[in-house]
């Protein structure tokens, strides 16, 4: 298993690009199911689950090309309905299949997902709103078994704003031909995205402040669609020049996906510049101690909070982060301890105390966030970290250690 050897204490400079959003290209990669045609999707990040969803997608019949970041995926051929146990395992965001297979077949079987490092995950309200759909749903030796019906109903209030939930319900939508209203959704930026490459391909979709309507159609076309840029890749990366006091251009990003995350960098100390093509972060100083509380967005996102404390712990004072989101998204606390910083965590709340200055140390990434954590934890402590078990990044950051390296990071890959 490969790691990173990382030299501490380097200011990150220069320019970063911004790669493809994960979390836009699993859902719409799902969503081709339902076209029995070809499509064609541009700005694809390298990355292990991008891999994973193509292996589900070819299981399933589709033939799936991926080159120079455009990957072209032809569902014609795609007869299988069933979401097998060895591949939903080794990535959850295989369920987001179910809606569109429903959409496609009428039926669909899908391995529960299971739990993963930062929580349950359960699907009960992908479930309970899609039989509100009028979804048969049945649970068997470990499946989800789904069977499309008359909807009695076409209004689905959501009791919290799923991302998944949200997408599986839109994609199941998307091939009715009646109008459905998915009240309470999410409101993620890859959810539009999701709903602009549905609209594309035939289905017609407006998602505004949570409130979603579809007006499906029984077949749809296959199409041409951008990815939007990764949100939490920028995040990532502005939250390590904060740490490092460097001055990095975050070429591609979009700064108004990142209202809640660039206040956070500013309230920091480091300067934010809307740029063109993308935001720039200038910092100086140690950073200054923050209060934060994740919330799904627009609030402050949970896929930015492990990297937050990994910068609050070298802040100028006390800073107290809360996780609303999952349930036990703080297991780098304990590896950012090793290396010299002052958490104590009590429930869904940590307490950080600043310290000046971490102290490199090997240490072990538990899920993908968790690892961007210690990785920015390490291109700022003084002396050496090896950070062990990378292919955890690797499912959510496309070539992390050139981008950063490309900056000024003393970073490589040691291949195990
Ligand atoms: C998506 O996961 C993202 N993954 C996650 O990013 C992200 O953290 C999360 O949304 C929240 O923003 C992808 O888009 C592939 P949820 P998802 O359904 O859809 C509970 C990353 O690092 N819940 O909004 O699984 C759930 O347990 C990953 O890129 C239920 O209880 O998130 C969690 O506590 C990590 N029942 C909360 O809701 C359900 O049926 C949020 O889950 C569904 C969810």
Not at 35 to 58: C, F, G, W
Not at 222 to 242: K, L, M, Y
Not at 394 to 402: A, F, I, Q, T, V
């Amino acid at each position: 298993m490969d790691t990173f050897v990382i030299e501490g204490g380097n200011p990150l400079r220069g320019t970063i690009r911004v790669s493809g959003s994960k979390n836009a290209v699993l859902p719409i990669m799902a969503a081709t199911l339902m076209t029995a045609d070809i499509t064609e999707i541009d700005n694809v990040p390298n990355l292990r689950d991008v891999q994973t969803m193509s292996k589900l997608l070819t299981h399933l019949g589709a033939d799936v090309r991926f080159t120079h970041r455009r990957l072209f995926i032809n569902t014609r051929k795609v007869r299988s309905w069933e979401a097998p146990y060895d591949l939903v395992r080794t990535m959850r965001a295989s369920v987001l299949v179910m809606g569109a297979l429903l959409g496609r077949f009428g039926k669909a079987r899908v391995s529960l997902p299971g739990g993963c490092a930062i929580g349950a995950r359960p699907i009960d309200l992908h479930l309970k709103h899609l039989s509100a759909l009028g979804v048969e749903i049945s649970l068997k030796d470990g499946y989800v078994h789904l069977q499309a019906k008359h909807a009695p109903k076409s209004t689905v209030r959501l009791a919290y704003p799923s991302v998944g939930a949200t997408e599986n319900l839109m994609m199941y939508a998307a091939s009715l031909s009646r109008r459905t209203v998915i009240a309470g959704a999410a409101r993620e930026p890859e959810i539009d995205d999701l709903a602009a490459f549905l609209t594309a391909a035939g289905a017609k979709i407006t998602a505004r402040r949570g409130h979603v309507e579809v007006s499906g159609a029984d077949r749809l076309a296959g199409v041409q669609h951008r990815v939007i840029p990764d949100r939490i890749e920028a995040g990532t990366f502005a939250a390590a020049a904060a740490l490092t006091r460097g001055d990095l251009h975050l070429a591609g990003a979009r700064p108004d996906h990142l209202g809640a995350v660039l206040k956070k960098i500013s309230d920091a100390g480091a300067r934010v510049e809307e740029e063109p093509d993308g935001v720039r972060i200038v910092a100086r100083n140690r950073p200054r101690s923050l209060t934060l509380t994740t919330m799904p967005y627009p609030g402050f996102p949970t896929d930015m909070q492990a990297q937050f404390m990994a910068l609050t712990s070298v802040g100028d004072g006390t800073s107290v982060i809360t996780e609303t989101v999952f349930e036990n998204r703080f297991m780098h606390a304990a590896e950012l301890s090793r290396m010299g910083a002052n958490i104590a965590i009590d429930g869904r709340v940590a307490v950080i105390k600043g310290v000046r200055d971490l102290k490199g140390a090997p240490v072990t990434v538990s899920d993908l966030r968790a690892g961007a954590a210690l990785v920015l934890a390490g291109l700022a402590a003084k002396g050496r970290s090896v950070v062990h078990r990378v292919y955890h990044l690797d499912r959510g950051y496309e070539s992390m250690e050139k981008k950063l390296k490309s900056v000024g990071a003393s970073i490589a890959r040691r291949r195990n």
